[in-house]
């Protein structure tokens, strides 16, 4: 039997495929009651004993408004569920909304007007914590930083050592695909974060002319190992070091690079590819949308990539892909967009 789905809009809300709201209250109330985080952090709903992946453009709950009750704090969801959220799971993303876990473990993420009721609630406040009836909870970042990814050694040592996850012998599963849809002609390819080159491969094998680029030296020999009689020009080098030799490109391709880098450098990571695109160049990216803190592989949402992505590309294709790898399927987002040529 196929997979089935649901999407969540970025206000809470059950959406059609079409993008028409539900509007009914009780399956909304029933649907999210459903919701649960598995532990390889796919969303999953158990409505009526039927398994459905659940596609949230942000966190699947958003707390519309939110109460106190005997110094719990009470999340008010859209169709009028309430659920208790967990004081002690709160944590704050760089655009300063509040996060945290209901207490069933499904992620939420303040409205507007949530955080605004959640400072009146407050007896005291810093950037590190909240004080809720004399109680003080920590408020760390949404995600939690490893030093060590900034670090060639890192890399090249689970090479060298492990098998990777994020290694699937093969092309992203969605990318044929894709490029069969949109058709691309011969162009200027970058592949950032490249690993063993899987992907650089089938673009070079489909005739375009490719750079490829990855900050471990273990994963450079590995591809030139595999794909040394393409025609790629292998590049070991850290993304936002780039050589300034490097040039311009009509496309740069994304897959499994900005999932890996520090979360705090993803704008930087953003920048990277605008300077590296020619005037109305493409950018293609394969992400994954996850409520997952600590990486790598470090999670991220639309919502979250869209903010990113906004000032410096316009979308021409996003769309949750539904044909995944199955430890992939419900997690993966393509997205096709255009440099803003200012």
């Not at 599963?173 to 390819?189: C, D, H, N």
Request: aromatic letters at 12%.
């Amino acid at each position: 039997m196929a997979d089935k789905f649901q999407k969540i809009d970025a206000e809470g809300y059950l959406v059609s495929d079409e993008g028409h709201r539900l509007t009914d209250a009780l399956f909304g109330q029933e649907f999210l009651s459903s919701i649960s985080l598995t532990e390889s952090f796919t969303l999953k709903s158990n409505y009526k004993n039927l398994d459905i992946f659940v596609e949230a453009f942000d966190q699947p709950y958003m707390i519309r408004h939110l109460e106190k009750s005997d110094s719990k704090l009470i999340g008010e969801l859209p169709y009028g569920l309430k659920v208790e959220l967990d004081s002690k799971s709160l944590c704050i993303d760089e655009w300063d909304r509040f996060h945290g876990l209901a207490t069933n473990g499904v992620p939420f993420v303040f409205s507007r007007a949530a955080q605004v009721e959640f400072f009146d609630f407050l007896t005291e406040f810093d950037d590190d914590s909240v004080q809720i009836d004399g109680i003080t909870y920590q408020t760390p970042n949404y995600y939690l930083d490893k030093e060590e990814v900034n670090r060639e050694k890192f890399w090249s040592d689970i090479y060298r050592e492990e098998e990777p996850g994020w290694d699937l012998k093969a092309p992203a599963s969605p990318l044929e695909s894709i490029m069969a849809q949109l058709k691309l002609a011969k162009q200027r390819v970058l592949v950032l974060g490249c690993g063993r080159g899987h992907d650089a491969a089938l673009f070079a094998k489909q005739g375009h002319i490719v750079t490829a680029v990855d900050f471990s030296g273990e994963a450079i020999a590995g591809a030139k190992e595999l794909y040394g009689n393409l025609n790629i020009e292998w590049v070991q080098a850290n993304v936002f070091e780039l050589p300034s030799t490097l040039g311009k490109f009509d496309l740069i391709f994304e897959h499994t690079c900005y999932c890996a880098v520090s979360p705090t450098r993803r704008s930087e990571l953003v920048r990277v590819w605008n300077k590296h695109l020619d005037e109305n160049g493409h950018l293609l990216g394969i992400f994954f949308t996850m409520s997952k803190r600590v990486g790598p592989p470090y999670g991220g949402s639309e919502w979250e990539l869209s903010k990113r992505l906004s000032p410096h590309f316009q979308n021409r294709y996003w769309t949750r892909w539904r044909h995944s790898l199955p430890r992939r399927q419900g997690k993966e987002l393509v997205v096709y967009a255009q440099k803003i040529t200012k």
